[in-house]
């Protein structure tokens, strides 16, 4: 018994009995309604667009509905403030939306299932867009409930279950959907419009694990709103002082949109003040060696002779596999040594793996190699992605908690993806080598960066 009671002391036993917790498990189902989209309106559409014989280049251009994923801090403002009608007062704020977002998913999808892009590629466009706008909708209530359903020291354990659940949706949105097609299919050769229409239709009732799940949670809870409304009667009361023309309705109206769209950004800066520039800076480039170098590796996986299966079989397995287990020890070291010091030793990682693409492209066509590779680049992302998150939320101000990491989200990927449509004309000039060390390098600054981030976050 003695024994038994200092194993359960063990600040590593103690870290790890955070994914025990009810948050934690939650934060799973709802990760994996927040990955079951993503496929189906990118990769697993572009496929069965192509079997319809639709061309290329509109293929490219109706992969452009991504795009609500990056510009969702946009309409973020009116998940924080807005009330939906009788669903808010009886879920309340977080919950109403989370769960009006995955039902226009789960009926759009279903509506793609029955539209044949063969006759109806315009209708089809619009349920994609419409599924791919609800879905990043989805994920600012999700992003805004996961922070304020636990303390600053939990939200690494919760970023790492909702990454299992979102890894784990996107393999059933990519392979099980093309599975399911392939198993729907009743015509020997050719395209079957039933068979994508029964894929999609259990996709769609797929989205049912995040809506019970939502149905089944609490409510989160803050201590916000007695301040905000403090807030808002003051800024009624300025807005009637320099404009005493205005109706009782303008006066509103001002104050709501200004609550909502200018209070959220001028927050940040308010409480960082001049390190609201280093913090920035480090959300913007956290993530560029990772972005950069990805854009290329299937080109170079090609290059070096390796064949589609054998790169399927190694990133749906072992990269997957890595991904999970990165996942697991960055909530894991997170909450036993702080989220700081887990995002720098992400970021470090995240460099070194590059160097072994390096190392590879000098080995040829090895499959062992290209298994040490993929796993260790995987299992550092899985660690950088979850410390990454866990800072993002510990940044956001729960007041303005979906805007602000909305905000956050989408600068994140800005100057990698812009960089990283560059790095075909850099492999061509320098080679496939000095690139991937050339992308290590990058990651340096941002060494520099989490330390003095992390003086900054100590100091405050």
């Known amino acids: ?14 870290a790890l009995r955070v994914y025990t917790k009810a948050p934690a498990l939650r934060m799973f189902f709802l990760g994996f309604s927040s990955g079951l989209p993503l496929l189906l309106v990118l990769g697993t559409l572009s496929f069965w667009l192509r079997e319809a014989g639709i061309e290329l280049s509109t293929i490219g251009m109706v992969t452009w509905v991504g795009l609500a994923y990056g510009f969702k801090w946009l309409w973020a403002p009116l998940v924080d403030k807005l009330r939906i009608p009788f ?14 977002s995955q039902c226009v998913v789960l009926c759009s999808l279903l509506a793609m299932g029955f539209t044949d892009p063969q006759k109806n590629l315009s209708l089809m466009i619009g349920f994609t867009a419409l599924t791919a706008f609800a879905s990043a ?32 949706a996107m393999i059933w949105a990519g392979a099980g959907a093309l599975a399911l097609a392939a198993f729907f299919t009743t015509v020997e050769s050719g395209y079957d419009p039933q068979a994508w229409k029964a894929a999609y239709c259990v996709m769609a009732l797929s989205m049912a694990v995040g809506v019970v799940t939502v149905v089944l949670s609490p409510e989160p809870t803050n201590n916000v709103r007695e301040t905000t409304s403090e807030q ?27 609550e909502a769209a200018c209070m959220p950004f001028m927050d940040f800066f308010i409480r960082f003040r001049w390190h609201a520039v280093i ?20 080109p ?4 070096l002779g ?23 020890l960055g909530g894991l070291i997170s909450a036993r040594v702080g989220v700081m010091k887990t995002l720098f030793l992400g970021g470090l990682l995240s460099a070194l793996t590059n160097l072994l693409f390096s190392w590879l492209a000098t080995q040829g066509h090895h499959l062992p190699y290209l298994v040490l590779t993929v796993s260790a680049d995987n299992l550092a992302a899985g660690i950088a992605s979850v410390a990454f998150l866990a800072y993002l939320s510990c940044l956001t101000n729960v007041a303005y908690t979906a805007t602000q990491y909305a905000l956050f989200s989408s600068i994140m990927l800005l100057l990698p993806k812009f960089l990283a449509g560059f790095s075909g004309f850099v492999v061509e000039s320098v080679g496939y080598n000095l690139f991937f060390i050339g992308t290590a390098v990058i990651g340096i600054p941002v060494l520099i960066l989490v330390v003095w981030a992390g003086r900054i976050n100590n100091k405050r």
């Not at 808002?232 to 200004?258: A, G, I």
């Open 1 to 14: 018994m003695f024994l038994l009671s200092k194993a359960s002391q063990h600040p590593w036993l103690a």
């Open 87 to 100: 669903l808010t007062t009886l879920m309340g704020r977080r919950r109403s939306w989370l769960l009006f």
């Open 137 to 168: 909708t989805q994920d600012i209530a999700l992003d805004a409930y996961r922070i304020e359903s636990a303390d600053i020291s939990e939200q690494a354990a919760l970023a790492a279950t909702y990454q299992t659940g979102y890894r784990l």
């Open 232 to 258: 808002t009667v003051k800024h009624r009361l300025e807005c009637r002082q320099k404009h005493p023309h205005w109706s009782e309705r303008m006066v509103n109206l001002y104050v709501w949109f200004y």
């Open 279 to 298: 913090v920035l800076c480090l959300i913007a480039t956290y993530r560029i060696s990772d972005v950069v170098m990805g854009v290329m590796a299937n």
């Open 300 to 303: 170079f996986y090609q290059d």
């Open 306 to 328: 390796f064949t589609k299966e054998e790169v399927a079989a190694v990133s749906k397995v072992f990269g997957v596999v890595m991904t999970l287990a990165g996942a697991f």
